[in-house]
């Protein structure tokens, strides 16, 4: 390689190289951030459902309706055979009960709005967390008391490693039964 050939590689290729590799650097970060600082979002369901109602009021476990939440990494949104458990007999007559039939009667899925999700290049396991006694409101807020369901902090990668290095500080109720997690990068991002 001649010395003319290598200036030109220093002075225009690496120049151009550096700012595309910033630029999409920037836009994976600005993208990134946004997908998980959902802090605030809360859409209306095709099913206006009362967390208020049916866990607070009514003490009706998470694990009731989010029937994977103690077994696999996603806690799962309920079916509405699950909702129909209660419903093939409370309240058929309500506007949003009806709609629920409908889709039980015709076998649809209720197209819930997913509300907290973390990024999909971090990896997190819902059984893992529930089954060492961590309450669902430490990440997703009291949702017992919520009408419509909001999400109140952030899922980013500070907020986990914050309670995985603090653990007896962040939840004291599990002080004696519970160690640090792990905090090496494959922990999470597999």
């Known amino acids: 390689m001649n010395k003319q050939h290598l200036d030109r590689i ?4 690496l120049p151009i190289t ?3 590799i910033l ?4 836009i994976t970060f600005m993208v990134s951030k946004s997908e998980r600082d959902g802090v605030g979002y809360q859409p ?3 099913i206006k459902f009362s967390h208020l109602l049916h866990a607070g009021g009514m003490k009706i476990d998470c694990k009731y309706c989010h029937t994977g939440v103690d077994k696999s990494r996603h806690a799962g949104v309920p079916s509405a055979s699950i909702c129909m458990n209660c419903h093939s007999v409370a309240r058929r007559d309500r506007p949003e009960i009806i709609k629920l039939i409908g889709f039980y009667n015709e076998g649809k ?3 819930w709005k997913r509300i907290h999700k973390v990024p999909d290049y971090a990896y997190f396991n819902h059984s893992s967390h529930v089954n060492k006694g961590i309450n669902c409101v430490h990440c997703h807020g009291d949702i017992a008391n919520m009408e419509k369901v909001a999400q109140k902090q952030p899922f980013r990668m500070s907020k986990c490693l914050h309670c995985h290095r603090n653990a007896k500080e962040r939840l004291p109720e599990l002080a004696d039964k519970i160690k640090n997690g792990p905090v090496t990068c494959n922990t999470c991002h597999r």
């Open 23 to 26: 630029v999409a650097a920037t």
């Open 10 to 13: 220093l002075k225009i290729r």
């Open 44 to 46: 209306d369901q095709p």
């Open 18 to 20: 550096i700012a595309v």
């Open 109 to 111: 899925p209720i197209p």
